[in-house]
């Protein structure tokens, strides 16, 4: 091939080759031209990288070192978690949200104030040989407007607004109570663990000393290899569940220090629980806390404010199909150079008549008016739904009280019955089984009573969040 010709195919391929690539990247272009899946991964199968604008992770809070070695009570960190649970504090902005809706709603009744001002320079351009000097003006104006009847327009809306405002307030204590019994479960959660913990460790002393009794009797061989291999399972059985339970009280701990919106890590010492002391005491009847309930349950009456937002909102659809009437004025003032100042003003009234809105009034009133009839039946269900928890909490809490007695009094024949059998194995009236039998019974009475206890707390705690109020005696 001459050189010439060989020349001209390569710069023929190299001509094709970049218009390809540059109408590739035109069509990549236009697929995206403002480039916004630049932040994408590159691939289905890579992990997506968050940008670095995101806001940052607040920390939690730390107690002042005045509190660190202080002995809480529950009303203590309920007051504290109150104050500082990002919870308590997110409902509260939900409220003041809703009150500057309300502002927003009642500033319909006042009149608006606008003013505009427009600069401008003007120049026209001559074709026939002479200048016509620029022209700068100025032309300020001041408008008032009043909507004047608007047939209850405006009364719905705030009344819609106000209706808001209510359901923002209950949602608010709904949050409050939320947060004061998550704090109430975590603190009896902490006492019984805490109670279990002392419970293992008698456990582990008292299978101690059944283990050096085996050791003694086998040593004179009054006792087998076997039961002294029974009494070291026994204590080998009691050492882990301790350990056990003793991470199980750590967890507890970060437990109660996370309501308060602290870190987990945090150290919270509280009085230990009374086993002698009897259960909380309640001396109403189901039927009266399942009335208190219909006006101090905050999810009921939340409910109740919904049904009046919906039915404000019925009445703000049916006006706004309605005709408006409105009263407006301004006064302009105009500067020019070359011309003397001129002012303006204006008076009038506007009537707006929707003739017709394309059927949009008439769904709009239909939509609102389902909106109403689905927050009645949710209110109908709330009510069912809360005297039904609280019935079931009143029966729970009285069951938990109810127990008490028995659990206390299988705690005390259990440790009798242990002080025996120890007592006659020594003389080797007993053998390791029987003496490990009594051991597990007491050890299992005491579980029993630290949980019917620490239920009856819990129970009484949620019987309260169901009616809405406190009740009882909540402190152990």
């Not at 630049?38 to 730390?62: D, E, I, N, Y």
């Not at 913990?197 to 050791?215: P, Y």
């Not at 020019?336 to 204006?346: A, E």
């Not at 050890?443 to 630290?450: D, E, G, N, P, S």
Request: glycine share 6%.
């Amino acid at each position: 091939m001459p050189p010439k010709a060989l020349l001209l195919a390569v710069c023929t391929v190299f001509c094709v080759a970049q218009g390809a690539l540059a109408q590739a990247s035109v069509g990549a272009w236009l697929a995206d031209p403002l480039d916004t899946e630049s932040g994408m991964s590159a691939s289905p199968a890579q992990a997506w990288t968050a940008p670095r604008r995101l806001p940052g992770v607040p920390k939690p809070q730390t107690l002042p070192a005045a509190e660190q070695g202080q002995v809480w009570t529950l009303p203590q960190l309920t007051a504290y978690a109150l104050a500082h649970n990002p919870q308590t504090a997110a409902a509260w902005d939900g409220l003041r949200a809703q009150a500057a809706g309300l502002g927003m709603a009642e500033s319909a009744w006042l009149p608006s104030l606008t003013l505009n001002t427009n600069f401008s320079r003007r120049q026209a351009v001559s074709t026939i040989g002479f200048t016509v000097p620029a022209r700068n003006s100025a032309n300020p104006n001041l408008t008032l407007s009043y909507t004047l009847w608007d047939f209850g327009l405006r009364v719905a809306k705030v009344d819609a607004a106000r209706a808001q405002e209510w359901v923002a307030g209950f949602t608010q204590n709904q949050s409050i109570q939320g947060v004061a019994f998550s704090v109430a479960q975590a603190y009896y959660q902490l006492l019984g663990n805490q109670s279990l913990l002392l419970a293992d460790e008698k456990t582990v002393a008292e299978n101690r000393k059944n283990l050096e009794a085996a050791e003694v009797l086998h040593r004179a061989g009054q006792a087998t290899i076997g039961a002294l291999y029974q009494a070291r399972a026994a204590m080998a059985q009691a050492q882990s569940t301790l350990a056990a339970q003793r991470q199980t009280v750590r967890s507890s701990e970060g437990l109660l220090a996370s309501t308060l919106n602290l870190g987990p890590q945090t150290m919270l010492r509280i009085a230990p629980l009374k086993l002698g002391q009897k259960p909380p005491q309640l001396h109403s009847a189901a039927e009266t806390l399942m009335h208190a309930a219909l006006t101090a349950n905050p999810a009921l009456q939340q409910a109740r404010a919904q049904v009046a937002v919906t039915q404000a909102n019925v009445r703000s659809a049916e006006a706004s199909g309605l005709p408006s009437l409105g009263v407006s004025s301004s006064y302009g003032y105009a500067f020019q150079n070359g011309y003397l100042p001129g002012d303006t003003w204006t008076v009038g009234f506007t009537l707006t008549v929707p003739l017709f809105t394309g059927f949009n009034t008439h769904y709009q009133i239909r939509q609102t008016q389902a909106l109403r009839d689905q927050a009645q039946s949710n209110l109908a269900a709330s009510r069912s739904s809360t005297e039904a928890t609280v019935w079931q909490d009143f029966h729970n809490f009285q069951g938990a009280v109810a127990a008490y007695p028995g659990a206390q009094s299988g705690l005390e024949n259990a440790r009798k019955a242990l002080e025996v059998v120890q007592a006659q194995y020594r003389v080797g009236q007993a053998t390791i089984q029987d003496v490990l039998l009594a051991e597990s019974t007491l050890a299992q009475a005491r579980y029993t009573l630290i949980q019917n206890l620490v239920n009856s707390y819990v129970a009484l705690a949620q019987l309260s969040q169901a009616v809405g109020m406190p009740l009882g005696e909540n402190t152990p």
